[in-house]
């Protein structure tokens, strides 16, 4: 059994939950991402879980401008290299960035820098996994979830200490 809910904020638009008993399985940017998400799990789904709950409480203190660590359980599927990937994504601090390139020497494969960026951009967890936080070595933003780079600079400027804009 699967569970859903929307989250909408202003700054990122609709965000799409799904989840099972056992924790988060993903999050979707967009109805679109969302609808052909649904396809890959179960056909049978409840609108509502308590996880959910957690998860919009700790969204609300983000997008308020607080440093949290999300502790909503996830069931994270993707290769050996993906997942290190993500990993390193989540020990960069909140109002920091890390090139693509950084990651790749990280996680002991400097010349996989493209296949970083590849693993970013299929990270089911955006946000939690904050994968907003890598961006070009040359400090441009590449892109965000595909096409999404709009996304990726209010969240890095909803971070940012220094005030700057990205």
Same mark, same amino acid.
């Given at each position: 059994?699967?569970f859903?809910?929307?989250?909408?904020?202003?700054?990122?638009?609709?965000?799409?939950?799904i989840?099972?008993?056992?924790?988060?399985t993903? !999050?979707?940017?967009?109805?679109?991402?969302?609808?052909?998400?649904k396809?890959?799990?179960?056909?049978? %789904?409840?609108k509502?879980?308590?996880?959910?709950?957690?998860?919009?409480?700790?969204?609300?203190? %983000?997008?308020?401008?607080?440093?949290?660590?999300?502790d909503?359980?996830?069931?994270?599927?993707?290769?050996?290299?993906?997942?290190?990937?993500?990993?390193?994504?989540?020990i960069?601090?909140y109002?920091?960035?890390?090139?693509?390139?950084?990651?790749?020497?990280?996680?002991?494969?400097?010349?996989?820098?493209?296949?970083?960026?590849?693993?970013?951009?299929?990270?089911p967890?955006p946000?939690?996994?904050?994968?907003?936080?890598? !961006?070009?070595?040359n400090?441009?933003?590449?892109? %965000?979830?595909?096409?999404?780079?709009?996304?990726?600079?209010?969240?890095?400027?909803?971070?940012?200490?220094?005030?700057?804009?990205?």
């Amino acid at each position: 059994m699967y569970f859903w809910r929307t989250y909408h904020h202003p700054l990122i638009g609709d965000l799409f939950f799904i989840g099972t008993e056992s924790g988060l399985t993903g !999050i979707f940017l967009g109805e679109e991402l969302f609808t052909k998400a649904k396809t890959k799990f179960s056909p049978e %789904y409840k609108k509502e879980h308590g996880l959910f709950d957690h998860l919009n409480d700790a969204l609300e203190r %983000y997008f308020a401008g607080e440093d949290i660590r999300f502790d909503v359980p996830l069931q994270i599927e993707g290769t050996l290299f993906q997942k290190a990937v993500w990993e390193y994504m989540r020990i960069i601090p909140y109002g920091e960035t890390r090139s693509y390139s950084e990651a790749a020497i990280a996680i002991g494969r400097p010349k996989a820098v493209r296949a970083v960026g590849q693993a970013s951009r299929v990270n089911p967890f955006p946000i939690i996994i904050p994968c907003h936080r890598l !961006i070009g070595k040359n400090g441009s933003l590449t892109g %965000y979830a595909g096409s999404k780079t709009d996304l990726k600079r209010n969240l890095l400027h909803l971070e940012s200490t220094s005030g700057l804009l990205f």
